[in-house]
């Protein structure tokens, strides 16, 4: 095996480990703030990716990657709105189940909308090629992906750690009593979060659509890997999905080089080591409010 490989393969598990990221920060609050275990996630992820097949013939790709995270946001609100917001005060499995139904029609109704087969989706002209680096070369879009999530990841951590809203919600996933006794409604906070978790799932399969293909299960692996990313890093803590997304993505893609039949058990076996020496995660937190 070359260096070339080794180093494209490195690369690689960096990509998607920061997609990973972004699945596991938008699921990561979802649960941290409101403590429903978030189903839809996966489909959100997906239906992310046909709005931006949808979109991209009339506004371009440009307009696209925007607008489709926007428009999942705010499904992701009405479905905070419409539908958990009653059952916050039931049973925590009432949650559990209904995002579990809403992600099933939601599959079946893209399967209705957009067909079986799944839909083209061609890469920009000006990211297609490589770039390259002496006799290394990579994808161009790749490139164009790793940029975009960083920079996402980025502007995540500035809204929690540095604006009024991501102090609320800081502090209202710890103690929301204590938020309420301060005269700040959550409601609105929890409407918030959804949207800001739903369209985090959305850019990632925005930025993922031209790679993976565009087609109705397209999130459920992604989906699942978000779960192992948030329960490796931990629950509550930014750093720990950051780091656990990268880990989990180096982990899968070294597997695809080295022994590749273990590709995908590989995350999981890398959670339940993990869990076997720290159960709270790499960089968990107490949470009062779930013990």
Known sequence: MSWLALTEYLLNGVVMGTLYVLMALGLSLIFGMIGVINFCHGILFTLGAYLTVALKTSLGFGPSLVISPLLVGLLG?????????????????????????????????????????GL??????????????????????????????????????????????????????????MVRVLGISL???????????????????VLMAPVAGVQPAMGTDVGTAAFVVVTIGGLGSFWGAVIAGLLVGEVVSLSILFFPPMAQASMYILMALVLLLRPRGLLGERWEKFE
């Open 77 to 117: 609100m009405i479905i905070e709105v419409g539908f958990l917001r009653r059952l916050y005060r039931a049973d925590p499995a009432a949650g559990l189940l209904l995002t579990f139904g809403l992600a099933m029609v939601a599959e079946q109704l893209v399967r209705i909308v957009w067909g079986t087969s």
């Open 120 to 177: 083209p989706y061609n890469i920009p002209p000006a990211l297609t090629g490589a770039l390259s680096f002496g006799a290394f070369f990579y994808p161009k879009y790749r490139y164009f992906i790793l940029c975009c999530a960083v920079a996402i990841i980025a502007v995540v951590w500035w809204f929690l750690e540095k604006t009024p809203y991501g102090m609320i919600i800081r502090a209202g996933s710890r103690d929301g009593e």
């Open 187 to 205: 409601r609105p906070i929890f409407t918030l979060v959804f949207g800001l978790g739903s369209a985090l799932a959305a850019i990632a399969g």
